[in-house]
């Protein structure tokens, strides 16, 4: 058996540009992509903290060390510059390996700067 469990995640972003005219998927700095093991053209899950909108796309790489992060296509409909998002990978792990899968979590600060990496979600998830 496997089981879905999240792989990466970028906490509190910041939507740097929406760009509706785009055929669509979420472009994201290539550096932030390293630190969290996350991949052009791979399914991410989008969480708005601002309006509550969850969504799915796909990744594009952005110009590294740029912050960017801009959601393209339809899903620009879906945030507006300023926002905070927090971007989700998952994978499809073995069951006897659930206990042991370690995600990497990047925390944001309003830069689009990695302020901390961890690789589980404390008890109490009030960060930021």
Partial sequence: M???????KIHRATVTEANLNYVGSITIDEDI???VGMAPNEKV???NNNNG???ETYIIAG???SG???LNGAAARLVH????VIIISYALVANEQVKSHKPRVAIMNEKNQII????????ATIIG
């Fill in 2 to 8: 496997f089981r879905t469990v999240m792989n990466g």
């Fill in 33 to 35: 992509l390293d630190s």
């Fill in 53 to 55: 909108a969850r969504f």
């Fill in 68 to 70: 960017v992060v801009c």
């Fill in 81 to 84: 510059v300023g926002d905070i």
């Fill in 116 to 123: 901390e990496m961890i690789s589980h979600e404390p008890e």
């Fill in 63 to 65: 110009e590294r060390g």
């Fill in 45 to 47: 899950q989008i969480v």
